[in-house]
């Protein structure tokens, strides 16, 4: 077995201490070093509630509004039952008359659609699992049940014409 020198044996142990001087330092972590370490920590930490909330705006802006397509229908629904005479009211359907065209509001697969004269396709209302028209005193009640589980209720007051 070869030895190596005693020089060279002395300059082995002189190049491992150097390496081993870095991770053998007692020192620790200086309160520079730690105030930097908290300052990233608190930046991260303020930045998540803003990231978060535009993770939310950005989903909810992207779903489907139930409520404003309800009040829409309920704005529309009112303002034609004001100008029309003659209502007539069963459980799935509503028929009234405006002018000389009848228009029917009733149920169809998965939503709510509007006809006129037995003709037309118009939806205006979406993934509606049921809806119910009733009257309930000198008003007419309706009341739609959506997909999601939601319920929508309206009251519509009968200004002219006949309730049947």
Known sequence: MIFPGKRALDQLVLKYREKSTVLRNNRGFTIVES???LLI???IAALFPLIYGA???TEEQLKPERRAEWELFV???RKEINVSHSLQISAQKLTFIQGTDVI???????GVRRRVGGRGHEMILQQVSSIQFYPCGSLL????GFKNGEKEKAQFHIFTGEAI
Do not use: H
């Not at 029917?104 to 998965?110: A, G, T």
């Open 35 to 37: 105030l930097f370490v």
């Open 41 to 43: 920590f608190i930046s």
């Open 55 to 57: 993770v939310y705006q």
């Open 75 to 77: 704005l529309q629904l």
């Open 104 to 110: 029917s509001i009733e149920k169809y697969n998965d």
């Open 141 to 144: 009640c309706a009341e739609a």
